[in-house]
């Protein structure tokens, strides 16, 4: 738990659609998961095969879909032609935390609206540059995020803090930077959420009274205000590697998928008490392709 969206909350919108008259032909289910996992494996695990069948809606792996390049601030970026051309895009992410932007929640989940080379190309570009381009150009017209258990610390899951919370609202930016009050993260440390606002997706200015709270009665609680500070159950996200002093780690150009498996096997060997000032230098990232000589351990 804590890493994907729950299924239930798709259910809830598809049926919200579907009770304002839109029709099930018209409705679409897309996602493309990170580069070395299947989408189609996920939409088993994570429901949502059986979840299009019972709506008879459409179910799209991005993966295999045709991109067109679109003109952004930091370049051209080959984009789904599904995610560009949908008349309604609904943003369905997870508040959760991430090893190695600190959160991600609104505008870093459209990068799932990528094919699998711009995503490596993504890392090599610096990850936030890119995140908060194709946020100019990709606008979702409403996002709904799934708090109802994400990982504060860390984007595959596995450590789920239960808060039984959503939220909603048209401006990416503001819900990121209300995400990180609810992680206990500054939006400072979340380099993409002031670049997109730069880039003027939203703003990052959010202040009390922005936020309304509804309370499980359909009438709202309090006024909420940002909640800067909230404390997460953990803080581990880009602190892992702080946390064991005795690593050395090379990083050039390490994607997400590696950095996350890496980051569970250095735990995993903490937790067994192994030594981990002993390990070799180890090397992560494409941008160690193809070297041959380079002493210690190469992932990825």
């Avoid at 990170?34 to 019972?54: D, I, K």
């Avoid at 009050?181 to 002031?194: Q, S």
């Avoid at 609680?221 to 050395?248: N, S």
């Avoid at 067994?272 to 390990?279: H, I, M, T, W, Y």
């Amino acid at each position: 738990g804590g890493a994907t969206t729950h299924p239930e909350i798709v259910a809830g919108a598809i049926e919200y659609l579907l009770d304002a008259g839109v029709a099930a032909h018209d409705i679409t289910i897309m996602e493309g998961a990170w580069v070395g996992e299947s989408t189609r494996r996920a939409f088993e695990n994570c429901g949502y095969s059986v979840l299009a069948r019972r709506y008879g809606v459409g179910l799209i792996d991005l993966k295999g879909d045709e991109t067109r390049a679109v003109d952004t601030p930091a370049g051209k970026i080959q984009v789904c032609v599904h995610a560009l051309e949908t008349g309604f895009l609904l943003n369905l992410p997870v508040l959760k935390g991430h090893c190695q932007t600190v959160m991600t929640c609104a505008l870093k989940n459209l990068k799932g609206c990528l094919p699998d080379s711009e995503k490596r190309r993504f890392h090599t570009m610096g990850l936030h540059r890119p995140i908060a381009a194709l946020a100019s150009v990709l606008r979702p017209a409403l996002t709904l995020v799934d708090s109802l258990c994400g990982d504060p610390g860390f984007e595959e899951g596995g450590n789920p803090e239960v808060t039984n919370r959503m939220y909603i609202g048209e401006d990416p930016v503001s819900l990121d930077v209300f995400g990180c009050g609810l992680l206990g993260v500054a939006p400072e440390e979340v380099t993409y959420i002031g670049m997109a606002a730069a880039l003027g997706v939203g703003s990052a200015g959010l202040q009390d009274g922005d936020v309304l709270e509804i309370g499980s009665d359909g009438k709202p609680i309090e006024a909420a205000g940002i909640r800067a500070g909230q404390p997460a159950a953990q803080r581990r996200h880009a602190d892992w590697r702080t946390l064991h002093p005795g690593l050395r780690i090379e990083e050039d150009q390490a994607c997400s998928a590696c950095t996350a498996s890496l980051a569970h096997a250095i735990e995993k060997l903490a937790r067994e008490g192994a030594d981990l000032s002993a390990l070799p230098t180890l090397h992560i990232g494409q941008g160690f392709s193809g070297h041959t000589t380079i002493p210690g351990i190469g992932i990825g």
